[in-house]
């Protein structure tokens, strides 16, 4: 098995923005190796939202190379990107993003409809990784009725539910309060140790960071040791 | 297929959050779906109608009526109108009749009663049955007797007791003995109108009692293998040179069901235009609120992309959405278009029936209105860059 989860050599990317063109990524290089928790830290207009998508296929780079699980992305299939989505990548966003109209069980399920799995595997499922983020008494519970805290679990949920390669995590705890925010982390750090799962979470915040086995500075479109 | 059921599932939770926007974008759809049904449903109805009229009657029936044109005061005499069969061998039967309206009052209750000159053929060339008693035969003329329809003979029952026949009815002053009443008999086609609520009584008689008598209509039985045109030159024939100039309008059971189905075409061609002027506002409508809906939900499209969801399943969720409106829209203009077609039947008076092909056809068209109006949101939707819908 491929120790690495995650291989990106000199993946750039910029856009233009008016008659200038704005160089976002200039040359990035990552591995992250398999079960590994890993904090990527940066102030705002760093480019590590860009970063984000770009380990998140949700955005193709200019040049350079990504190896996720040991396959490499080929950007130009929209039905092989979005199915590489589905099967290898947790995302987990700083807005939770929960479909307002589905409870926390048909949220959890979203990404094994896509599979074409059968109903009743997918609500087994759902509800094996709601016990695991301790929202099993929330099961039927619509995104309004829940916390943040409540609801960035069930994102969570969400993320493990397929079993992914590796979880993404953009500003986990951004919208947060502290101690909301601390159990968040604990339950990333319980998940990482007791699960194995591979973790990538994205921050602008140092103390996060510490929480993680391992950081990196990506500081004006370049990654630095952290 | 368990995609195709949440994203069924979805489609109607969706719609029913916006429920009010939902059904204002269906009103056109149900009046399009509504008029192309009561168009196709009420075709069926005259057309049935016409079978039955032909079937009832027989296709070999005429009515021959003074014609309107200029020249001398000129009369159908019963006596030139009863020869016309013994001088043209196409015309096999003919009956002359006369007929009048006069109010009949009893106690307080008023009825409005046809009057009907007839000779004995009349009730042959009209199909009419008698139900109690006998009907107006040769040996009649000049007496007062007379035949009378259901409606009358239930009016007349509800007033007085002991029975009918052989008991007196008064009208203008004359004083009719009741000999016969008659079965209940469909309105429509060549049959003079308001045989259910007619006094019929011989022709003879008519012309001497009833007000304002003159005979201006005769019904016939011709050869049935006779083009009618030919059938038709002879009578106009016959009257021009026995008749001293005069002139006749003879109509056929076929050309009364031609002229009723120009009618009806013209009521298909006005809902006609109406349903698809409807259906093409109404598509829009749809497509309307499938943008909107859209615009709405692009952070969860941006969402389901970053799952996984692929631009066909996206496509699909919105198609399905708009398929979803489109049925119910059509669901409710098939009912409407049914019971337009049905109150236009009580109306008319005609029979009812249940077009299941214009159903099929609602069902069918709503379809396709929903697909055809759903394509470019669903398409829009499913082309969303991920990253965009995401962030807004």
């Known amino acids: ?226 | 297929m368990s995609l195709f059921q949440v994203n069924f599932r979805e489609a109607f939770r969706s719609l029913w959050g916006a429920r009010q926007r939902s059904l204002l974008a269906l009103i056109g759809i149900v009046i399009g779906i509504g008029s192309v049904i009561g168009m196709v449903s009420i075709g069926t109805i005259v057309q049935q109608q016409a079978l039955r009229q032909f079937k009832d009657m027989g296709i070999d029936i005429i009515t021959i009526r003074k014609g309107m044109g200029e020249g001398r005061k000129t009369e159908f005499s019963l006596d030139l109108l009863e020869r016309l069969p013994a001088a043209d061998r196409n015309v096999l039967t003919i009956a002359p009749y006369v007929n009048s309206g006069t109010e009949y009052t009893q106690g307080r209750q008023k009825i409005f009663i046809e009057q009907m000159g007839v000779t004995a053929s009349f009730f042959d060339l009209n199909k009419l049955h008698v139900q109690e008693g006998r009907a107006i035969s040769e040996l009649d003329q000049n007496r007062y007797f007379c035949v009378i329809g259901t409606e009358l003979a239930a009016f007349l029952k509800g007033a007085r007791s002991g029975p009918l026949l052989g008991s007196r009815i008064s009208a203008d002053d004359r004083v009719y003995t009741i000999v016969g009443v008659l079965d209940k008999t469909a309105e429509g086609g060549l049959r003079p109108y308001g045989i259910n609520r007619a006094m019929i009584v011989p022709v003879t008689t008519a012309l001497r009692a009833f007000s304002n008598a003159e005979i201006r209509t005769a019904m016939a039985r011709v050869s049935p293998n006779i083009p009618f045109v030919q059938i038709k030159a002879e009578i106009q024939d016959y009257f021009r040179k026995k008749g001293g100039g005069m002139q006749a309008e003879v109509v056929s059971a076929e050309e009364l069901i031609e002229s009723m189905k120009k009618q009806m075409q013209m009521f298909s061609l006005l809902l006609g235009a109406i349903g698809s002027i409807s259906l093409i506002v109404g598509g829009i409508g749809v497509m309307n609120v499938m943008l909107i809906s859209v615009a709405e939900r692009r952070s969860e499209i941006g969402l389901r992309r970053a799952l996984g969801a692929q631009q066909g399943d996206i496509q699909s969720q919105f198609l399905i959405e708009s398929v979803i409106l489109c049925l119910t829209g059509g669901g409710i203009g098939i009912v409407f278009g049914i019971g337009t077609s049905y109150l236009f039947a009580y109306f008319s008076k005609w029979q009812f029936i249940m077009s299941y092909w214009s159903v099929a056809l609602g069902v069918g068209v709503s379809t396709i209105v929903g697909v055809f109006c759903g394509f470019y949101p669903a398409r829009t939707a499913s082309r969303l860059d991920p990253i965009k819908a995401l962030r807004s």
């Open chain 1, 1 to 226: 098995m491929n120790p690495l989860m995650l291989e990106i050599s000199d993946i750039r990317k910029s856009y233009r923005v008016g008659p200038t063109e704005l160089k976002v990524l200039k040359g990035i290089n990552l591995t992250v190796e398999r079960g590994e928790l890993l904090a990527i830290i940066g102030p705002s207009g760093s480019g590590k939202s860009t970063l984000m998508h770009m380990l998140g296929l949700l955005e193709k780079p200019d040049t350079g190379s990504y190896a996720i699980d040991g396959t490499r992305v080929v950007y130009d299939n929209d039905r092989a990107l979005s199915t590489l989505r589905n099967r290898k990548i947790g995302f987990v966003f700083q807005q939770y993003h929960l479909l307002p109209k589905l409870t926390a069980l048909e949220n959890v399920g979203v990404p094994l409809t896509y599979r074409g799995m059968k109903e009743a595997e997918i609500k087994r499922r759902c509800l094996e990784y709601l016990t695991k983020v301790d929202m099993q008494e929330r099961v039927n519970h619509r995104p309004n009725e829940m916390s943040g805290g409540q609801q960035q679990r069930v994102a969570i949920a969400r993320a493990l539910v397929g079993s992914p390669a590796i979880v993404l995590a953009d500003e986990p705890t951004g919208a947060l309060d502290t101690k909301t925010g601390e159990e968040i982390m604990d339950l990333f750090q319980r998940l990482n140790r007791e699960d194995g799962i591979t973790m990538v979470i994205i921050t602008h915040n140092p103390g996060l960071a510490e929480q993680c086995g391992r950081a990196v500075k990506i500081i004006d479109g370049m990654i630095y040791p952290g």
